[in-house]
Structures are given as structure tokens and as C-alpha cells.
């Protein structure tokens, strides 16, 4: 468990708090509605005479405890039992059930999972149902790390990823971007070789939301484990230009569209630029004028030799006049969109720095 | 100074409750109820939220310093006597395992007990802010410790029982070294092996090779490489720009942490140090991020939420905090970007590390402990 807790996983998991409460101490109600009213009443564990040759282990925070949980009654008594155990590091059934009843109160604790994985090979317990028991906890709680890595140590053990996929599918279902569960995946698939019905996986996703940024890259991370994107290419850039048109401002599609072309080079796709040009009359975005200027300037990055330079202060133009578009277009990152043609024109730039001035402060002006 | 006080008085209806903040934190440090149970092994973290948002806020005042730093050190992993459990020290998160209080050694013999490596992390951190020296910080324990967590693939564990393993902890690890001025806790290549991995198509860091760019990865990378004085070493101009590209692509009013996802005040912080460390920060939208830090600020009992109209908690009271700080918030006190404490701390930091190696001469560094 992490000290950054702000990523949202972690956040959700170990530090949010239940909506609708305030931030007061809570009064112990809910344990004598057991007392009283359930007629299996709760027993303490520090009442039952099987427990009995137990001393309980107490926390123990010293004279001036800090960030002090006030725990219940009942909360304190199984963990001043769990602690008792542990210390004796007990190879019990009984040690095994007081986990479960840990994992109740508190799943984050992740020496109580340990503590439990300890007992289930001591004890030789049955796998298959400790499957059912973590697959009823995540289910519960899907965006606990503990959890998570129980879970694996179990399919790990039974060496069968047969049920992964499926129970994957159903969280996703249930979250499409939940971070632990696409992690995962990717471990089940890349450990038991899994690819062959993932592509498929990924393309109903990414039907349903096209903007799953999850989706998107669970498809880079199919294709470049199994094809790769060389034969592919086309195809992906194929299917990239169809999910823009269908849905212009996705970054995720975009950033997809980037990331496959990029270890080429922008510029070094034919047709691609002009592919763009023509989507920018009807599916224009922010996106893709950053796409744009990125092909510009990966054009001037590699120019070779024979490129007149007049070629090239011409796509210098372009670039510039595109860092104007964004300016106005996408407000919010104006002064970055500044700074980067700024810096293009830097160092790109071999007109007189005047004529550039004049291009950058007054776009309606026309280079002569 | 003139100027920045006028570009702040034009926002005087989202105005930023500085003393609600302070008793947020001051009720942090307090009790909390039970409902909080699941933070129990992390506690430490909490306290580094509370104390270094204080610190933020200008308030460590309001605390009471030496009963902190004993609490603190009473957390500590040390040796046992025959030092048979040296790869398991470090800090913990919390008294829950159940060993008896005490904040000196030699260590208990325990089956179970184990530091944690975001807690002796935090733990350091927290010290430092409280203005402790560390002399009681059995250093070359933490830096056993911290090297039997590493694996093959340069990525930590975050305890040696075993757990997930990803980029986080090269953080906490990273952090740890720096403060301690030590990197003999971990092995650096390895580690930046590993961030170049994570580095995915899209121009972001995820949490490991192949996984989804995410701003907290992102800067959990970034903010590593800062520390280790490796930057520009382990990634090319370019890349540097494209990775740029993405944190700046985050911000839709405040920040978001993945493409496509909701806004959350955390990533004011995450992504917007990682682009002040990047020395982009200066071309984001400032009004916007501290419109909506604020929008999540909670009026009545102080902290931020994740989202507006949310419960606060103390990570994102502090992550808001920081936001905040980044974009020059009077009255809050810098945070140093890389090491996620405030500039004042982070002094004291390079002060103690300045003693430390005025006292040792030309000594080598990993024979005193």
C-alpha cells in the first residue's frame, strides 16, 4: 500500500470515505444490535473457550498515539487475536476462519493476507474454493491492491487461468477502466498466453465506449505481443480514421493513431498527411491539429539533405500557422501552444526573425 | 509580488479557507472513526499528509513536534541483536502487527514484522518536516532493507514477504536514498530499465511495461529520475517533449489522471509537478486548475475532495494543497516538486546532508550507519 494514495485506485481503495458521513467518532450501536437482537449472538473472541489459551496481543501506540482509529469493541477483540496468533505464528483452522473474519473488517490489511496465504499451504486448503472466496471479495471490493495480488498468488499456484478471463470481463463490466483489473489481464494473458480472443475482446469494448482509454491500449498491447504493427498498419491506421470519424474529439483514438506512428515517423507515412488534411474540413479537433503539427515537425526533424529549404520553411509556415489555429481552438493550453511554436520556429527558423514576428502576431498576414 | 496579489483578489468568491485546512489536518492527527480501518497499516502516510500539509499551510505550529517524532521512531524496524532480520528494516506503517511500543533498539524478533517501503518513505519525510536530524534512523538497516525489495526487472516490492511490484516503489525507493544520500539501496540502472519500460505508446508512464499511461505513474517516473540526477540520461530530447505533450494534454480544467477520464484535484499535483519538474508548468491554465482545486475545497470541515460535492480526505487535502502551491497560492509555502515536501523542509534536508558529510570527511558513505 502506497504512501500515493492520490491515484484514484489507491484513493477509491484506502482513503475515501463512505459518502453521505461527516468527519466525527462513531458511536459502538451497531454491536449491541448483535448483542441483543440476533439470536446467534456475536461472541467476543475473548469469551469463547476455544480461544481461551490465547492471550490476546493489544496495539500497542504508545503514550501519545497519532491518527488513532477508534476502533469497536468487536474490531479490536478479533484483531487482538489475530495479533496473538501471529506472533505465536500459528498453523491453525482456527488461525485460517479468524482470517476471514479480518479480511472482513479491514482488506487493505495486507499482513492478513499474507498471514492467511501462509496458512492455506500449511494447511493445504482447498484452492479452488479460496477462487470463490477472492472472487466474492473483489467482486466487493475491486480497487483494493490486496486483493488483486491474493488472487494471483492463487491462480499462480493452481497454475489455471481458465476462469481470469471471464472474471476480468465481469468487473470490467462493471468498471470498464478499472486499473487492477486490465493489469491483470495483461498478466494472465502475457503469463498463459491467452491473445487469441483478446483483439476481439478489446473491439466490443471499444464499440460500446470509444473512448475507453483502457480499450486502447489493451489493443497496442494485443498487437504489438502477437502481429505486431508492421502487416498491421494499415488495418490500424484504417481503423483508427474510422473511430475519428465517428467520434472527432478522442484523444484516445488520436493518441493511438500517434503512438503506432511514431517509431516510423509521422512524416514517413504515405498519404497520411493528406489523409488528415481532409478530415480537419469536417472532423476537425484539437487533436488533430496537434497531429498536424506533429507531422510538420517530425517532417523538418528528418528532412534529408536534398529538401530545398525553401521546402522547408514552407512546412515551417504550416506548423506555425497551426500552433496559431490551437492558440484560439484549444484555449486552455494557449501559452503551451506559443511556447511550441516559439521554439519550432528556433529551431527552424532561417527567414529574417521579422517576417516570422509578423506570422505569429498577425495570421492574417500573408508571407511574401 | 504586487502583481500576483491583484491576479488573486479578482477571485475573491472562491476564496481559500487556510484555518479550516489547518483543523482539518489538526483533526487528522487526532482520532479518526472506525470507518477508516482500511488506512490502518498506512497510517504513516497519513501523518506525512497531515504534517506536510501543516507545513504547507505554514502551521506546524499548532503541533506538538516531540510527541510526533516518538511516535514516529517508535515505528522504526531495527536490527535485532544478531541482526539476522537486517533485509526486513525500514519503517512501518502502524502499530498493528501488535509488537510492544518502543522507540530505541535493539529490535524484536517477530515472524511477521517487516518494514514497508512507501512507510519508511513517508517516515523520513515526516521526520524531516518535523525538523529531526535522523540520528536515530539506523540508516544502513533502512538501505538493507531497501535492497532486499528490488527485483531482477529493477522494479521494488513494497515489503520482503512479497507484493505487487511496480513503479511506485522505485519512487519510494529513489526518495529514500535521496534523503538518506545513499543510493546504495538500490540499483539505479536496473530502475531506470525499468521506467523506460513503462513508458507507453501514448507518450505517458504507465504503472509497468504495457500497462495505461496514468498521471501518478507519470510522475512516480519522472519525479525518480529528478532525484537520481538522471533525466536527461534516461530519456532523449524528444522523448522529453512527448512526454510533456501528454501531462499538458491532462489539464481540462483541473487535471485529469488518464486520457478520457474524469478531473481530479490529485492531479493538480501529480501531473502538474511532473510539468514543473518538465518546466512546462508555466504554460498551463492557472485560473482554471485553481478554480477547480477549489471547487472541491470543503467549506465546512476544511480538506479537498477528489470532486466537488465530495468528502474530503487527507490525501487529496494535501495533493489540493499542493496544487495550490504549485501555482503560487499566497500564503502557502513552496513544495519542492521532485521530493513532494515543502522548500523549507527540503532545506533542512540539504542542511543535515551537508553535516553528514562535513562530519565524515572524505570518508566513504557506506561505512557510518
Redesign the interface.
Known amino acids: 500500500?502506497?504512501?500515493?494514495?492520490?491515484?484514484?485506485e489507491i484513493?477509491d481503495?484506502?482513503?475515501?470515505?463512505?459518502?453521505g458521513?461527516?468527519?466525527?467518532?462513531?458511536a459502538e450501536d451497531h454491536l449491541r444490535d448483535d448483542f441483543l437482537l440476533d439470536p446467534t449472538r456475536y461472541i467476543f473472541y475473548r469469551d469463547r473457550k476455544e480461544w481461551a489459551d490465547l492471550e490476546p496481543?493489544?496495539?500497542?501506540?504508545?503514550?501519545?498515539?497519532?491518527?488513532?482509529?477508534?476502533?469497536?469493541e468487536k474490531?479490536s477483540d478479533v484483531?487482538d487475536y489475530f495479533?496473538?496468533l501471529?506472533?505465536n505464528?500459528e498453523r491453525s483452522e482456527r488461525a485460517f476462519a479468524l482470517t476471514s473474519e479480518a479480511i472482513e473488517?479491514?482488506?487493505?490489511?495486507?499482513?492478513v493476507w499474507?498471514?492467511r496465504r501462509v496458512l492455506l499451504q500449511a494447511l493445504s486448503k482447498d484452492l479452488r474454493e479460496e477462487m470463490r472466496y477472492i472472487t466474492a471479495i473483489i467482486e466487493e471490493q475491486p480497487k483494493n491492491?490486496q486483493v488483486?495480488?491474493h488472487r494471483r498468488m492463487v491462480v499462480e499456484w493452481l497454475n489455471d487461468p481458465s476462469e481470469e478471463l471471464e472474471f476480468i470481463a465481469d468487473i470490467l463490466s462493471q468498471d470498464a477502466?478499472n486499473?487492477h483489473a486490465?493489469?491483470h489481464r495483461?498478466w494472465v494473458i502475457?503469463e498463459y498466453k491467452l491473445w487469441d480472443d483478446e483483439l476481439d475482446f478489446v473491439e466490443n469494448l471499444l464499440e460500446e465506449d470509444v473512448?475507453?482509454?483502457?480499450a486502447w491500449?489493451q489493443r497496442?498491447?494485443v498487437i504489438?505481443?502477437t502481429s505486431g504493427f508492421s502487416d498491421a498498419m494499415e488495418r490500424e491506421i484504417q481503423y483508427c480514421l474510422y473511430q475519428i470519424k465517428k467520434a472527432p474529439n478522442?484523444?484516445?483514438a488520436w493518441?493511438?493513431l500517434?503512438?503506432?506512428l511514431?517509431p516510423l515517423g509521422l512524416s514517413a507515412q504515405p498519404g497520411l498527411l493528406e489523409r488528415v488534411l481532409e478530415l480537419k474540413q469536417t472532423h476537425c479537433s484539437p487533436y488533430l491539429l496537434?497531429f498536424l503539427f506533429d507531422c510538420y515537425e517530425d517532417a523538418l526533424?528528418n528532412s534529408k539533405e536534398n529538401v530545398a529549404e525553401e521546402e522547408q520553411q514552407k512546412t515551417l509556415k504550416k506548423a506555425l500557422e497551426i500552433c496559431q489555429l490551437l492558440a484560439q481552438e484549444d484555449?486552455?493550453?494557449?501559452?503551451?501552444w506559443l511556447?511550441l511554436g516559439r521554439s519550432l520556429k528556433n529551431k527552424h527558423g532561417k527567414l529574417n526573425n521579422y517576417t516570422f514576428e509578423l506570422c505569429v502576431i498577425h495570421p492574417e498576414l500573408e508571407i511574401i | 509580488m504586487a502583481e500576483e496579489e491583484s491576479q488573486f483578489e479578482e477571485f475573491e468568491q472562491i476564496d481559500f479557507l487556510r484555518d479550516r485546512h489547518v483543523r482539518f489536518f489538526q483533526r487528522t492527527l487526532q482520532v479518526l472513526p472506525e470507518r477508516y480501518a482500511s488506512l490502518e497499516t498506512t497510517r504513516l502516510t497519513i501523518i506525512f499528509f497531515a504534517l506536510s500539509g501543516l507545513d504547507v499551510l505554514d502551521a506546524l505550529d499548532v503541533i506538538d513536534r516531540n510527541t510526533m517524532i516518538e511516535w514516529i521512531y517508535s515505528l522504526q524496524v531495527l536490527p535485532t541483536e544478531d541482526q539476522v532480520n537486517l533485509s526486513r528494516c525500514g519503517f512501518r506503517g502502524s502499530s498493528h502487527i501488535g509488537i510492544p511500543y518502543s522507540t530505541k533498539g535493539p529490535g524484536v524478533l517477530h515472524p511477521y514484522d517487516s518494514g514497508h517501503v512507501a512507510m519508511t518513505y513517508t517516515g523520513l519525510c515526516s521526520l524531516l518536516i518535523l525538523g529531526d536530524d535522523l540520528s536515530r534512523v539506523n540508516k544502513q538497516a533502512c538501505l538493507a532493507g531497501l535492497r532486499a525489495l528490488q527485483l531482477e526487472d529493477g522494479s521494488f516490492y513494497a515489503v520482503p514477504e512479497g507484493s505487487e511490484n511496480d513503479i511506485r516503489f522505485i519512487y519510494c525507493a529513489a526518495s529514500i536514498c535521496y534523503m538518506l544520500d545513499d543510493w546504495s539501496g538500490m540499483d539505479i540502472q536496473k530502475a531506470i530499465e525499468y521506467i523506460r519500460g513503462s513508458l507507453s505508446y501514448d507518450n505517458g508512464f504507465g504503472q509497468g511495461a504495457g500497462r495505461e499511461s496514468h498521471g501518478g505513474w507519470t510522475y512516480c517516473a519522472i519525479a525518480s529520475l529528478c532525484l537520481m540526477g538522471r533525466l536527461e540520461e534516461a530519456l532523449s530530447q524528444r522523448e522529453l517533449d512527448r512526454i510533456r505533450r501528454w501531462c499538458i494534454m491532462r489539464q481540462q480544467s483541473g487535471f485529469q489522471g488518464r486520457p478520457n477520464k474524469p478531473v481530479d484535484t490529485c492531479y493538480s499535483f501529480w501531473v502538474g509537478a511532473t510539468l514543473e519538474l518538465l518546466d512546462v508548468f508555466q504554460y498551463t491554465n492557472f485560473d482554471k486548475n485553481r478554480s477547480f482545486i477549489l471547487s472541491t475545497q470543503d467549506r465546512l470541515v476544511g480538506g479537498f475532495a477528489k470532486w466537488p460535492d465530495s468528502h474530503p480526505d487527507p490525501l487529496h487535502a494535501y495533493l489540493g494543497l499542493c496544487g495550490l502551491s504549485l501555482i503560487g497560492e499566497p500564503s502557502l509555502r513552496k513544495v519542492h516538486p521532485a521530493l513532494n515536501i515543502t522548500q523549507r523542509a527540503f532545506q533542512h534536508v540539504q542542511q543535515l546532508q551537508q553535516t553528514w558529510r562535513d562530519s565524515t570527511g572524505s570518508c566513504s558513505r557506506h561505512l557510518w550507519g
Open positions: 500500500k502506497l504512501a500515493m494514495s492520490g491515484v484514484e484513493s481503495e484506502s482513503v475515501e470515505v463512505k459518502e458521513e461527516e468527519f466525527d467518532v462513531e496481543v493489544p496495539q500497542d501506540d504508545g503514550p501519545n498515539p497519532v491518527v488513532k482509529i477508534a476502533y469497536s474490531f484483531y495479533r496473538a501471529l506472533k505464528d473488517l479491514n482488506a487493505a490489511n495486507y499482513t499474507h498471514y491492491y488483486w495480488h477502466k486499473y486490465w493489469q495483461q502475457q473512448r475507453n482509454n483502457s491500449n497496442h498491447f504489438s505481443h478522442n484523444e484516445s493518441n493511438y500517434k503512438g503506432i511514431q496537434a526533424e484555449t486552455i493550453r494557449k501559452e503551451y511556447f
